[in-house]
């Protein structure tokens, strides 16, 4: 319905491919090329169109950046698709790179020859980029190279048309707030802050501004816009009128302009002739927007997108239309857990496992008239050594069963008009998981407890909270190499900033913030474990003699976690507690929602507490 699993990597074009991409550097007038994950928009997920990196390295990860010298091919990803990468690219042309630890710029600074001239698409790299790589290349005496046109594109011979995704309307009951009190916020905010206007160029900003979503990338419902926001509180909303039929038409008409894409340069040209303060996001936006905008003289504020940390902060209806959509989505999820646990082990494979829970999906969302509208992102279908594999992509090459004495992976979501979901259970296939296994799964049990239970002072940040999900793993010698958390949007990006729970998060957490709490472990070649619930940040219940206002989480997950794999002599006595208080709560929230008598007989078990 919503996945494929025919997409696999095409390796064997790289040599020709790169040797092509070197054949331009001459008349180019550089000798390195940067290809990054990234489009024009600076999203996660990208319109067929826009897959320049897997179609020249065969690299399908959702984050990377190939660096094509002419003696050297480097992809950096993070640890996340290290062991995917291996698998992708064809390693007598590709090598690996960090992207972490020595990204693009590091490298460029440790390993490129000196005055290198480095070719980059002005529209696939922000200011902020720019920037560092120009650092980079001044400590080689090297240069960047600012390009009239991406020489892939010319090569991509079959390159695929740009997306035409129909715009609909999130009404103001998900909303909870009107895009024009939107629009007149942001107003305000740059008339105290004497700017003419905001450049939004982050499509699910401009979905969250006009209350619009979308049909153009993969499993994120924002449609790839842009919009121009005036302190006088107009606003021009830069969308394919091809994409938007007449009652979207009628709506957007009664809160901005929509224009054609083509012609955002003439109307940042127009604010600039006279001297106009933009301001814009320098993470988010193209170098060649600003670059423009200064060439026409007009001014370039760098701040943050207005609207990125109050979509991050869901109203009350986001936050009422996200728990019901995770009460469906748990219904959805029992009835297949309950199908898996009664297949015959061996029988079902990684593939036939994710397309039944795409169905089960969309059959329970019919039911209570909830339609899935997408999954959020590919499902994470995993069996034994696949399951080590963090953002393992099942396809029908590496296709395999699910065999006993096993664990089972599966990280999976949905898009629903009143929410996102995300969700990822670890079960044993059969009865005979081995106790290390268990013993693993146990400690990441106690890392997403341990999250779930966290109260903390406001002014808490993601990387202060991170190692309370790590702690149990570091002391028995084990990690992982992913954040603990990342940020949810509210029927918009699955993987939604500034919020996250990481090691490098500054952010502080705030009331209303949807993250995905999801410590695991992963054995190269053996097994992964990973267990993942969304919470959100709430304020927490007042304790007799403190004198502190405190923050905590609340649980918006609700699905059983393998009791099978859980060693209790392991937990603690409140981490016990926890698991079967939240056992009782799941079966309690989702009994009413099934009607079918051996589910509901599965779930009244599979909630269960357990004892020392």
């Known amino acids: 319905m919503f996945q494929s699993f025919d997409v696999t990597s095409t390796p064997q074009f790289g040599p020709e491919r790169v040797a092509g991409l070197r054949a331009a550097f001459a008349a180019l007038g550089i000798d390195a090329f940067l290809v990054p994950r990234a489009d024009e928009f600076q999203g996660e997920y990208v319109p067929a169109c826009s897959e320049r990196l897997a179609w020249l390295t065969g690299f399908t990860g959702s984050a990377g950046v190939a660096l094509v010298t002419q003696s050297q091919a480097v992809v950096f990803v993070d640890g996340r698709y290290t062991t995917q990468l291996v698998e992708q690219v064809d390693q007598t042309v590709f090598t690996g790179g960090d992207l972490v630890n020595e990204p693009p710029h590091v490298w460029l600074t440790n390993h490129a020859p000196t005055e290198l001239k480095l070719g980059i698409d002005p529209w696939l790299h922000t200011g902020a980029e720019v920037r560092r790589l120009e650092k980079a290349l001044g400590e080689i005496g090297g240069s960047l190279v600012f390009l009239p046109h991406n020489p892939l594109d010319r090569l991509w011979k079959d390159r695929p048309a740009e997306p035409l995704g129909d715009v609909i309307i999130q009404n103001v009951a998900q909303a909870g707030i009107l895009a024009t009190d939107k629009l007149t916020v942001i107003a305000q905010q740059l008339e105290k802050k004497n700017l003419a206007a905001v450049l939004v160029t982050d499509p699910s900003s401009v979905a969250w501004i006009f209350n619009i979503r979308g049909n153009d990338v993969p499993h994120t419902p924002h449609p790839l816009a842009r919009a121009i926001v005036y302190a006088t509180g107009k606003a021009d909303l830069f969308l394919d009128k091809r994409k938007t039929r007449i009652e979207a038409e009628a709506y957007l008409g009664q809160i901005c302009a929509q224009l054609e894409p083509s012609e955002l340069s003439a109307r940042l040209s ?43 902060r869901k109203n009350a209806a986001e936050l009422n239309g996200s728990a019901a959509a995770h009460l469906q989505d748990g219904a959805a999820m029992v009835e297949f857990l309950y199908w898996l646990e009664t297949s015959k082990p061996g029988t079902v494979s990684e593939i036939a496992a994710a397309q039944k829970l795409e169905a089960v999906r969309a059959k329970v969302g019919r039911d209570m008239q909830n339609p899935l509208k997408d999954i959020s992102f590919d499902t994470i279908s995993g069996a034994g050594d696949h399951g080590a594999i963090i953002h393992y992509r099942v396809t029908t090459a590496t296709d395999r069963p699910l065999n006993p004495g096993e664990l089972y992976l599966v990280d999976s979501g949905a898009q629903y008009i009143n929410g996102t979901t995300d969700i990822t259970r670890t079960v044993g296939i059969g009865s005979s998981v081995p106790e290390e296994q268990r013993q693993f799964f146990t400690l990441v049990l106690k890392g997403m407890i341990a999250i779930s239970t966290a109260r903390f002072p406001k002014g808490t940040r993601g990387c202060d909270l991170d190692p309370l999900a790590r702690i149990a793993l570091w002391k028995s010698g084990a990690d992982y190499a992913h954040g603990t958390g990342h940020g949810v949007g509210s029927y918009l990006s699955v993987h939604e900033g500034p919020q996250r729970i990481s090691r490098l998060s500054t952010q502080e957490l705030l009331p209303g913030m949807i993250l995905s709490n999801e410590p695991g472990y992963y054995r190269p070649g053996s097994f992964g474990i990973r267990i993942e619930n969304l919470i959100y940040v709430r304020d927490a219940e007042e304790i007799e003699g403190g004198d502190m206002a405190m923050l905590g989480f609340e649980t918006l997950t609700y699905c059983p976690i393998d009791r099978s794999l859980v060693i209790p002599e392991l937990l ?34 599979a909630t269960l507490p357990l004892s020392f």
Do not use: F, Q
Request: charged letters at 30%; a negative charge; one cysteine or more.
């Open 270 to 312: 127009a604010i600039s002739a006279g001297g106009g303060r933009i301001l814009v996001d320098p993470d988010l936006c193209a170098y060649a927007v600003t670059d423009l905008i200064r060439r026409e003289g007009g001014e370039v504020v760098e701040g943050t997108d207005p609207a990125k940390l109050p979509r991050a």
């Open 572 to 605: 603690t006595h409140e981490e016990l507690h926890w698991l079967n208080d939240y056992h009782a709560r799941t079966r309690e929230a989702l009994m009413p929602l099934i009607h079918d008598h051996d589910i509901r007989a599965w779930l009244e078990n």
